[in-house]
């Protein structure tokens, strides 16, 4: 079964800072990735996913993700963050080789200070 | 983009009686809707697969005789918690997804308090 690792729970940046969330998954073959933004007491909104082809996908809101298999990451990037970033984070997986029914991380909860 | 809409966003009921939400896909047919569970502060848990016209999937360990799933049109599915706990509390998100993708769009959630 594929699971997904996000080692981060709670990272805290300064505004104009970069930022990179870290997520490893477990799935035998290719997967189909994803990562969510939760605002409190919201629901969720897709950043971006990789499916297949090039490797680093835009998403957005300025952020990136580079699929790495080797590693079985998949990492999320900001050159610099803003206040308004400050949010819940999870990182997905589809499982059977769809990208409908996810497997999600625990979260990583971004803090933004000025 | 696509639009998923849950209906209430919040309710609050006595402990004991059921509370019935509504997930609608907007401006697409869907016909695979997801249920998913969030305990504050902590990840989704994928509840059940609801399917257009079938009986809905559910995962190990969720009773579905509590957590009754009907996904009567392309449009809408429902979950009803049957006879509330309070640990039944917990805010409850559902996703639909379009068959050409298969990328998922996620409603808003509904947050239950079951006193």
């Known amino acids: 079964a594929q699971s997904v690792t996000q080692p981060d729970i709670h990272i805290t940046v300064s505004e104009g800072a970069s930022l990179e969330l870290r997520c490893n998954y477990s799935?035998?073959?290719?997967?189909?990735l994803f990562w969510y933004v939760q605002s409190p007491g919201q629901g969720l909104q897709l950043l971006l996913k990789?499916?297949?082809?090039?490797?680093l996908v835009q998403g957005i809101k300025g952020f990136e993700a580079e699929f790495k298999r080797s590693q079985s990451s998949f990492n999320l990037r900001k050159p610099s963050v803003h206040w308004s970033d400050a949010a819940e984070y999870f990182c997905a997986v589809g499982a059977g080789g769809t990208a409908s029914k996810l497997t999600f991380g625990t979260g990583t909860r971004l803090q933004v200070t000025l | 983009g696509a639009v998923v809409s849950q209906h209430p966003s919040w309710v609050i009921c006595k402990s004991g009686t059921s509370v019935k939400i509504e997930c609608r896909s907007l401006d697409f047919q869907a016909t695979t809707m997801f249920w998913y569970r969030q305990f504050p502060k902590q990840s989704l848990m994928l509840m059940a697969t609801?399917?257009?016209?079938?009986?809905?999937?559910?995962e190990q360990g969720v009773e579905k005789d509590k957590f009754l799933i009907n996904h009567a049109s392309l449009t809408l599915s429902t979950l009803t918690v049957t006879s509330a706990h309070p640990e039944d509390s917990s805010f409850y998100i559902c996703?639909?997804?379009?068959?050409?993708?298969?990328?998922?769009?996620f409603g808003e959630g509904s947050r239950l308090t079951v006193l």
């Open positions: 990789y499916f297949s082809g090039d490797t």
């Open positions: 996703s639909a997804g379009t068959s050409n993708t298969g990328e998922l769009f």
């Open positions: 609801s399917n257009e016209g079938s009986k809905a999937t559910y």
């Open positions: 799935y035998g073959a290719t997967p189909y």
